[in-house]
Nanobody, 127 residues
Framework: QVQLVESGGGLVQAGGSLRLSCAAS????????MGWFRQAPGKAREFVAA????????DYADSVKGRFTISRDNAKNTVYLQMNSLKPEDTAVYYC????????????????????WGQGTQVIVSS
């Protein structure tokens, strides 16, 4: 598995921006799709965005399309989530995830190839 460390969370006013970073170590970063999920208080964890192993394909939850952008820098073993036009409903703990299966477009996990997760970073958007 890979080790993931998120950073960049914080408190921001509605309409503001934040950029989350996720630094990976422990295996060949560029071979794996990466993604972001979030969990608000009292709610289940939900998908936010993902980027394919090569970076050519991205996917977003409908709730963040047009506002969030996922990107990756394979030279730095880092994936980013640029969040613009933040809303109070974006308040959550944001988790970075790495696919367990190599060279996929989407996050892919299985019993033999489990996904890896970071510890999470808190984002609070005030109204």
């Amino acid at each position: 598995q890979v080790q993931l460390v998120e950073s960049g969370g914080g408190l921001v006013q509605a309409g503001g921006s934040l950029r989350l970073s996720c630094a990976a170590s422990g295996r060949t970063f560029s071979n794996y799709a990466m993604g972001w999920f979030r969990q608000a208080p009292g709610k289940a964890r939900e998908f936010v965005a993902a980027i394919s192993w090569g970076g050519a394909s991205t996917d977003y939850a409908d709730s963040v399309k047009g506002r969030f952008t996922i990107s990756r820098d394979n030279a730095k073993n880092t994936v980013y989530l640029q969040m613009n036009s933040l809303k109070p409903e974006d308040t959550a703990v944001y988790y970075c995830a790495a696919s367990g299966v190599q060279r996929t477009v989407k996050i892919s996990c299985s019993g033999n190839y489990p996904c890896s997760w970071g510890q999470g970073t808190q984002v609070i958007v005030s109204s």
